[in-house]
């Protein structure tokens, strides 16, 4: 489950629609779409994998990501209750939260924000931005049954962001 729609905006300026519409895409669409698979999985008698996509920015804020922050800290406490809830019915759910990442955004965001893109680079204990092949290859771990004792946890894929 990968929604993300990004709203930048200083704290005071996020209006109760923008919190609306930011919310329906990030968390109310991951939950209702985890709320109608669950029930398809069980009714079936499936063992399912759910892996959702957070961020780090839900994790520690980012300044004027208030609205984006406060959805994926949601999604995070929504990966967790749904693990024990459905724990017994061999249904998983792990979370993935992504740090600085080269995809469709990075080549606009190297060459146009120079100044913030060498912060990141500093920033980033591992000096670098991480491949979305170094994301996928953790979803394909965690849907398998290699990952069958994993339920309920994050895990950060930001090059030592979190950490720092």
Request: aromatic share 12%; no cysteine.
């Amino acid at each position: 489950n990968n929604a993300g729609m990004r709203q930048r905006k200083k704290f005071e300026k996020i209006s109760s629609q923008d919190l609306e519409n930011i919310f329906k895409v990030n968390f109310f669409s991951i939950f209702k779409i985890m709320q109608e698979f669950a029930k398809y999985s069980k009714r079936n008698k499936i063992k399912s994998s759910i892996v959702n996509i957070g961020s780090i920015v839900g994790e520690n804020g980012f300044k004027e990501l208030s609205g984006y922050a406060s959805t994926k800290g949601a999604l995070k406490s929504l990966t967790k209750s749904f693990a024990i809830e459905y724990a017994k019915e061999n249904i998983r759910v792990n979370m993935i939260n992504p740090g600085f990442i080269k995809t469709s955004y990075y080549d606009n965001f190297k060459s146009k924000k120079k100044k913030l893109y060498n912060w990141t680079l500093k920033r980033t204990p591992m000096g670098r931005w991480g491949n979305s092949s170094e994301v996928v290859s953790l979803i394909e771990f965690l849907i398998s049954d290699e990952s069958s004792y994993i339920t309920g946890t994050t895990i950060n894929v930001d090059g030592g962001w979190l950490s720092s």
